[in-house]
């Protein structure tokens, strides 16, 4: 084997193993925004829409923050956590490719850009 294709291959492993660990890490709720992890940011979710945090209601809004972080990116929890529902509702119904576009969006324009989103 040459060295070219030694490196390819470590190389491939390597990305492969950290988008695995990536993964991995986002739905196990590892995934922080400004250092709050998933579930707190679902426990503030629910106290915004004025509901009791019930067990059900967190676990199944963590989930949903998951999908959002590995489809959107991170950053969407930062602008969830500071937007409340509205922005969370938002990024629900993003398109695959739109969750970079919506976190400038709403960074930039706040509420004005969540009511043209939504």
């Known amino acids: ?65 998951g999908k959002i972080a590995s489809k959107c990116g991170n950053e969407s929890l930062d602008v969830i956590e500071k937007n409340g529902m509205a922005a969370f509702r938002v990024f629900q119904n993003a398109g695959d490719d739109a969750g970079p576009y919506l976190v400038n969006a709403i960074r930039t324009y706040g509420d004005d850009a969540i009511r043209v989103a939504e």
Do not use: D, P
């Open 1 to 65: 084997m040459n060295s070219k294709t030694y490196f390819h291959q470590v190389w491939c492993a390597i990305l492969i193993a950290t988008f695995s660990a990536t993964s991995i890490s986002t739905y196990a709720g590892v995934v922080s925004a400004g250092g709050k992890a998933i579930r707190e940011i679902a426990e503030e979710l629910a106290e915004q829409a004025g509901r009791k945090a019930s067990k059900e209601f967190i676990e199944t809004t963590s989930e949903q923050l």
